[in-house]
């Protein structure tokens, strides 16, 4: 079965840190770019890092140098690790790729200069606050 996995989120409080993976299946994940968005309420979904199909790397302004991404080939996986967050991180998190499955559960957004991926992953909740 071709999917993408979240898990790892929580509540923590502020200037606390989580790490966040992505499990793929069904697909060799370092073939393909492969990203992180979030949603808050009310917000738009907007990208937060991704790894392009040739390694390059790219974050958001707001998550820069606090926030890591990182893939494991041999475990399928793609990693986010989040430090001193804040309320305003506060969203649910997704993974996407570019890999194409078909129908998926929203559509395709550009992450930077990794490209448009459609492939979505259900999320996983992330709440910071005191």
């Known amino acids: 079965q071709v999917q993408l996995v979240e898990s790892g989120g929580g509540l923590v409080q502020p200037g606390e840190s989580l790490r966040l993976s992505c499990a793929a299946s069904g697909f060799p994940l370092y073939s393909y770019a492969i990203a992180w968005f979030r949603q808050a309420p009310g917000k738009e979904r907007e990208a937060v890092s991704c790894i392009s199909s040739d390694g390059r790397i790219y974050y958001g302004d707001s998550v820069r140098g606090r926030f890591t991404i990182s893939r494991d080939n041999a475990k399928n996986s793609v990693y986010l690790q989040m430090n001193n967050l804040n309320p305003e991180d506060t969203a649910m998190y997704y993974c996407?790729?570019?890999?194409?499955?078909?129908?998926?559960?929203?559509?395709?957004?550009?992450?930077?200069?990794?490209?448009?991926?459609?492939?979505w992953g259900q999320g996983t909740q992330v709440t910071v606050s005191s």
């Open positions: 996407a790729t570019d890999f194409p499955w078909g129908s998926s559960s929203w559509p395709p957004l550009r992450a930077f200069f990794c490209g448009d991926l459609g492939s």
